[in-house]
Nanobody, 128 residues
Framework: QVRLVESGGGVVQAGGSLRLSCAAS????????MGWFRQPLGKEREFVAA????????FYSDSVKGRFTISHDNFERATYLQMTGLKPEDTALYYC?????????????????????WGQGTQVTVSS
């Protein structure tokens, strides 16, 4: 089993920055890709970014590409999401997720059903 705990959410003005953290514990050796998803109030959960723990390859949704950066520290077993140039439409509950299926060094999934483990979420609110 794997436990994920997010932190770092908060309220920020448009144009500001936040850094989300995801601490993993348990059987983390079984994990391949780490991802971030978000769910705006009343909407579906959507893919934001993913990183391959082995190759370090990163993947982003078009809506955050160039503004958000995902990174992972294997020693600390932590995954980060650095968010810059925040917009009101980035307001959502952000979830950390872990995929235990090997999909190749340069491949990932943006489907929530492919991620086996989830954190409880951290709220990000961007005011205009």
């Amino acid at each position: 089993q794997v436990r994920l705990v997010e932190s770092g959410g908060g309220v920020v003005q448009a144009g500001g920055s936040l850094r989300l953290s995801c601490a993993a514990s348990g059987a983390t050796y079984s994990l391949h890709n780490m991802g971030w998803f978000r769910q705006p109030l009343g909407k579906e959960r959507e893919f934001v970014a993913a990183i391959n723990r082995g190759s370090g390859a990163t993947f982003y949704s078009d809506s955050v590409k160039g503004r958000f950066t995902i990174s992972h520290d294997n020693f600390e077993r932590a995954t980060y999401l650095q968010m810059t140039g925040l917009k009101p439409e980035d307001t959502a509950l952000y979830y950390c997720a872990a995929d235990k299926t090997w999909r190749g060094a340069d491949n990932y999934s943006d489907r929530r059903d492919d991620y086996a483990y989830w954190g409880q979420g951290t709220q990000v609110t961007v005011s205009s």
